[in-house]
């Protein structure tokens, strides 16, 4: 399971969602309620692929958009 996009707007993180389900990849969304029940808290809704092996189709097709974690 891999974090490949994350928001504090949680329209775009559902767009996302529709884009790789309908691309037969099988993510979920985490933190989507909390996110929307504390608005003024920085929290940010996660989509997260399920398999790991399908994390570089996911980041080509959602593209810019795709979480890149910097190397610490």
Do not use: T
Not at 48 to 58: K, S
């Amino acid at each position: 399971m891999k974090l490949i996009f994350s928001s504090a707007n949680s329209s775009e993180v559902g767009l996302a969602q529709s884009q790789l389900e309908a691309a037969g990849i099988e993510c979920e969304i985490r933190n989507d309620a909390i996110s929307q029940a504390l608005p003024a808290l920085p929290f940010a809704s996660e989509l997260w692929v399920l398999q790991d092996g399908d994390y570089e189709d996911a980041c080509e097709i959602i593209g810019h958009r795709a979480y890149h974690p910097q190397p610490a």
